[in-house]
């Protein structure tokens, strides 16, 4: 297109010899304005191009996170369910007069006295932040919902951190009184963190084990504590709920993206 301009400021030139100089001029600035506008276009379209492929690497790393958060959010539900069943389970329960009701009374502690977390998987989130390349990703929607799950993780993990004093105060300070893991073999649980019950226990030893657990069912400050976990797990359940319902739509609007990488 520069060519054809200035084969048209050429004729004229020949032309007429009294405005040479002047469309001369005129040509060369057009022809500067117009090679500037050019380079700064390709220069836009660059910058466009980059700031996409970056935008995608980080879309599909948000994609990763959101996968590997359902999968948590998954195995802490399971978990937090079965805290609350054997909580409530365990309340009902009269002192123990076997060895397998030992056994069976043994477990439930261990799910409800044994302590989890959900930790999200936020690392791209985190970068996108620290880097001030939030801006990059162009869906406002996406940005929100990106911003509300971080709204909702810290809501969960103040509800945890409630959650883990009740287990501190009500729970561990108090179980301190009595034997742990009475009925676990230890050695399969150090050496191949495995949970097997001994299989022979002498009457003595039994008899001792019985005492402990009724003094544990029957311990109020306990019993308060199971109270609060089930009422915290249930709570946090329900945050788990919300934050499915957030992942989802956010997957759903990132495939959205993704269906035009360029």
Do not use: C
């Amino acid at each position: 297109m520069i060519s054809f301009f200035r084969k048209i400021r050429e004729k004229l030139l020949s032309q007429n010899r009294i405005t040479r100089y002047l469309v001369y001029a005129v040509g060369e600035i057009f022809l500067v304005v117009i090679g500037i506008l050019i380079a700064l276009q390709v220069n836009t379209w660059n910058e466009n191009r980059l700031n996409r492929k970056l935008e995608i690497k980080y879309l599909k790393g948000l994609q990763r996170d959101l996968d590997r958060d359902i999968k948590g959010l998954d195995y802490m539900t399971s978990y937090r369910k079965d805290v609350i069943n054997s909580s409530l389970k365990v309340m009902k329960m009269e002192a123990p007069s076997s060895l397998d009701e030992l056994i069976e009374v043994n477990k439930d502690f261990i799910v409800i006295h044994f302590w989890n977390e959900f930790t999200p998987n936020n690392n791209t989130f985190q970068e996108l932040t620290s880097s001030g390349n939030l801006s990059l990703i162009k869906s406002d929607s996406i940005k929100d919902l990106l911003m509300s799950m971080e709204a909702l993780n810290a809501e969960i993990v103040t509800t945890r951190n409630h959650l883990r004093r009740d287990y501190e105060h009500y729970i561990y300070d108090e179980l301190a009184n009595y034997e742990w893991l009475p009925l676990v073999n230890l050695d399969s649980l150090g050496n191949k963190n495995e949970f097997i019950d001994i299989q022979e226990v002498s009457p003595e030893r039994i008899a001792e084990l019985t005492k402990q657990a009724s003094g544990i069912l029957s311990n109020g400050v306990i019993r308060n504590g199971w109270t609060l976990a089930i009422a915290n797990n249930a709570y946090i359940l329900s945050l788990y709920d919300k934050m499915r319902e957030l992942n989802a739509h956010l997957q759903d609007l990132i495939d959205q993206e993704l269906q035009n990488e360029f």
